[in-house]
Structures are given as structure tokens and as C-alpha cells.
């Protein structure tokens, strides 16, 4: 099936093989996992489980959705805007350059169009409608990451793709010319042409693959970070707690946006996904910033609740003086300028708070980078 992908060879398989990460044949998690950050008794759940268990993990109705274009036609005052169009895409508009990452507009998370899990509702953007990008990210390559009918789609445009080392073998199978892809390792730049903006891959931990688990670990997984001479953001893609954290403030930081994965956590697969707690904490090792949760709100891949990464965010953020960034589908916010957080998806079911207050926190609130 071609939405598998491709494997690397010749140059690009060498230079994966010259790579930090690469651990016999295949790419290896190599920073220790935090001791008693995976629970020993936690079992992972069974097949049933993910096919009828849990509550409420699916909306009862389609999410609030905005449309961003009018928006995007105006430059951000602040010169930093972000668009969540749903899960990890982002359209990041961040000193005068667009870019994406992780985009997903296929119908599922899967290899196939027809099974698998399915997203809530559609994007609220037509891809085709997106304004020019001056680049594509991609932090890895499972489905809910790279998707393959919107790689298809990309193809055809003449973005480039910055992308974490490997996963060039599985765009270039798509269809995307091998000049317009930057495969990068872990604290390897590169800097969009014509502009004074830098792309960054950092670590992250995880794992990834899209066939049979024999061939997982082919190509690495990555954080990203987007600098620019006034603003820097974090994206973490997927990733378990990690200490590597505090070498990414060291040295890529401090942040003025921190976008962290909180959906899809499980006890059992810890050390591979944060969940709201162990998001807060990995935003403290960072070093602060604005707070903007992704991977969540769009697609059933864990037996919780589908807002309770958000619930629990809104109840602890706030104790830590953390800002949550939290817009609805399609809205296009300037990180700067939000002062409070309603919690729009109490709109959704009825089990949620009929009281919708806002969240609010100090405007002039600083995080400590030690």
C-alpha cells in the first residue's frame, strides 16, 4: 500500500546511519527515561478496550469552527499569530514567514481512507485555501502526523518540507521533487531562504512507523523549534517526558510559544506521550512561555475522555501562573494579546460544565528560565 511509505537507501540511509540516534539498524530512544514516569503495573489495553472502551471519547456534535482567511489577509501586530486548525496542525505565522506543521487533512490516522480512527469533523480550512507557506514541518511519520493525501496534495505546490532525517524517503515516494526536502537530525538548522528565520530540529521521545513493527524505528523523531530575530516558538511533536527539555531552553530558548502534545496519554505509553500533567511539567523544563496544547480534539487514539486534556489543563495551568493559548478550530490568535481562556468545548456536551467562565492570569506574568 503506498501510504506506507518508502524506505530510505544509498545517501540518504547513509547519513541516517551516521546519526547520533541510529543504534544498530534503526533509530533508538537513547536519553534515560525518568525513573517512575511509566507506572510498572499499567497494562496496555487490549484490542476491545480500543475498540468499546472508555466514555465520551468521541463529540456528540462537531466542534465550534472559525475561518481564518479574512484574518490571515492582515499582518499580526505582534509579528506572532498561530492558527490551530486541529490535532498538531499549525499554520505558525512568525516574523513575516507562514509554516505548517504536521498537516493533516485526510478523513483518517490510518494507511487506508476507509478504517481506522476518523476525525471528528473536517478542517476548517480547505487546504487549497491555505496562504502561501515558506515551508511544511513534519515532526515524524505516523498517520496522525504524515498523511499521505495531504502530502499528495503538497506535492503539487512548490513548498519545501523540512522534515526530521528519513522521513524524506516517504515524501519522495509521494511524489515531492528530492530539492525542495531538508532532512534534519537532532540540533541541525536550517534557515528558510531569504529570511532570518531558522528551522531546529531537538529531541524528543518517542518512536515511529507506519507498517508492520518490524520496521518501526526507520526514520527519527523530532521536536521543532522555529526562530526568528523576534520570536521563538517550540512544537513538540510526540514525545514522553524527557530531561532533554532543559538542553532545548539551554539552547534554543527562551520561548515566546510553547505548542505541546496533551492528548492521546496513557499510563501504559508514558515514556512515549506526555498527557496534561507531564505537558506542564515539560513546560516548566523549558523554560515557560505561552502555552498552546495540540494532539487533542480531533482524533480517538487513547480511552479518555476527548476534552479531558483540556479540562485538566484548565484546572492546573493556572495554579502554576501558566498562560494557556487554548482557540477554538480556526481561530487565529496572537499569543501576546490573550488574556483569558473560555473553555468553547463545554459547548459540546452536555456532560460538560454548564458554566462557561473565563480563565484569566495576570498580563504582565514572567517565567522563570531556571
Not at 41 to 58: I, N, Q, T, W, Y
Not at 336 to 350: A, L
Request: hydrophobic share 40%; charged share 20%; with cysteine.
Amino acid at each position: 500500500m503506498k501510504s506506507f511509505g518508502s524506505k530510505a537507501h544509498g545517501l540518504r540511509l547513509e547519513r541516517m546511519q551516521d546519526s547520533p540516534q541510529w543504534q544498530g539498524d534503526r533509530f533508538r530512544n537513547i536519553h534515560p527515561i525518568p525513573a517512575g514516569l511509566v507506572n510498572p503495573d499499567a497494562k496496555m489495553p487490549s484490542l476491545s478496550e480500543f475498540l468499546c472502551g472508555g466514555v465520551r471519547r468521541v463529540p456528540t456534535q462537531p466542534l465550534p469552527a472559525l475561518n481564518p482567511l479574512d484574518t490571515w489577509q492582515r499582518t499580526p501586530a505582534s509579528g506572532l499569530r498561530v492558527t490551530w486548525l486541529g490535532h498538531s496542525t499549525v499554520l505558525v505565522e512568525l516574523d513575516g514567514v507562514r509554516v505548517l506543521t504536521d498537516p493533516v487533512w485526510g478523513q483518517r490516522a490510518s494507511p487506508s481512507q476507509l478504517a481506522g480512527p476518523r476525525r471528528f469533523q473536517p478542517v476548517p480550512v480547505e487546504l487549497k485555501a491555505l496562504p502561501p507557506l515558506d515551508a511544511v514541518l513534519i515532526s515524524h511519520d505516523h498517520y496522525d502526523h504524515l498523511c499521505f493525501p495531504t502530502i499528495r496534495a503538497l506535492a503539487k505546490t512548490d513548498v519545501p518540507f523540512v522534515v526530521s532525517l528519513g522521513v524524506g524517503a516517504h515524501l519522495e515516494g509521494w511524489g515531492v521533487p528530492g530539492e525542495r526536502i531538508i532532512e534534519l537530525d537532532w540540533w541541525q538548522s536550517h534557515r528558510l531562504p531569504g529570511t532570518e528565520v531558522e528551522i531546529t530540529a531537538a529531541p524528543a521521545q518517542h518512536f515511529s512507523g507506519r507498517g508492520l513493527p518490524q520496521a518501526w524505528n526507520s526514520t527519527l523523531w523530532s521536536s521543532l523549534v522555529i526562530r526568528g530575530p523576534r520570536h521563538r516558538v517550540f512544537f513538540s511533536g510526540d514525545t514522553g517526558l524527557t530531561d532533554q527539555y532543559a538542553e532545548i531552553r539551554q539552547r534554543l530558548g527562551p520561548f515566546d510559544l510553547v505548542m505541546v502534545e496533551v492528548g492521546a496519554f496513557n499510563p501504559a505509553w508514558a515514556d512515549k506521550h506526555l498527557g496534561p500533567e507531564n505537558a506542564l511539567k515539560a513546560h516548566r523544563l523549558l523554560g515557560g512561555g505561552a502555552f498552546m496544547p495540540v494532539h487533542w480534539g480531533t482524533f480517538n487514539l487513547a480511552l479518555h475522555a476527548w476534552d479531558q486534556p483540556a479540562e485538566t489543563l484548565l484546572e492546573l495551568a493556572p495554579r502554576e501562573g501558566v498562560q494557556l493559548v487554548m482557540p477554538e478550530l480556526g481561530q487565529a490568535v496572537e499569543p501576546v494579546q490573550v488574556e483569558s481562556v473560555t473553555p468553547w468545548w463545554r459547548r459540546v456536551d452536555s456532560a460538560g460544565s454548564e458554566v462557561a467562565l473565563p480563565v484569566t492570569w495576570p498580563k504582565t506574568l514572567a517565567w522563570p528560565l531556571d
